[in-house]
């Protein structure tokens, strides 16, 4: 039998549990400007199993230890260009958080997003708001690539509307990285999971 609970925001939880998140980690860029190849460039850190080297299968497992019951969920293409809705992102993040066949009892999120409304989805600020309502992380950093893989820049009005209101979002730190390099950044983006 399954009993719900309810959580601070008021909407009930599967299993009679709320998903713990400690950090959340938004990789934000135009499609196919270099999001998940950045992403991939965090297994540089010896902790996440494939010493060091970046994996180049395009099926990746989504969970990875950090230590015994911490666990990170890497989600490499962003929910804009699955043609989800924030509903459908967001259930999806909880349930592959709450099946924890790894007996997680914190858990780290890692995934892309577009800057910009596409498809079904709302821009990346409203994303990671919505992402914060549902899952009250400890810290959020978003990632803004700029420039891009290909070196192309985002329009300076553009940018600074963007940085401007993620820096409004509670508990959120913002940064840029040049994304031109396929591996450079990848201790960067793994570093804010280290808690030693």
């Known amino acids: 039998m399954l009993f719900a609970t309810i959580d601070v925001t008021g909407e009930a939880m599967p299993n009679g549990r709320r998903v713990h998140i400690e950090r959340a980690l938004f990789i ?3 499609q196919n400007t270099g999001k998940s190849v950045q992403l991939r460039s965090m297994f540089r850190d010896l902790r996440l199993g494939e010493q060091g080297n970046i994996p180049v299968s395009p099926n990746l497992t989504n ?35 709450q099946q924890n066949a790894h007996g997680a009892k914190r858990w780290n999120f890692s995934g892309a997003i577009q800057p910009n409304a596409a498809n079904n989805m709302p821009d990346a600020v409203r994303t990671i708001e919505e992402f914060i309502r549902r899952f009250d992380p400890e810290r959020v950093r978003a990632v803004v690539l700029h420039p891009d893989k290909e070196g192309n820049l985002i329009h ?11 820096r409004a979002l509670s508990r959120t730190e ?18 804010f999971f280290d808690f030693t």
Do not use: Q
Not at 156 to 166: E, F
Not at 177 to 191: C, E, M, V, W
């Open 156 to 166: 300076s009005y553009d940018l600074l509307n963007l940085l401007t209101r993620l």
């Open 174 to 191: 913002v940064i840029m990285t040049d994304a031109r390099s396929r591996t450079d950044n990848g201790l960067i983006y793994a570093d």
């Open 63 to 97: 969970a990875y230890p950090l230590s015994v019951e911490r666990w990170l969920y890497l989600r490499l293409t962003s929910p804009h260009e699955k043609n989800e809705t924030p509903e459908e992102f967001l259930d999806k993040c909880d349930s592959e958080m």
């Open 28 to 30: 934000i860029g135009d």
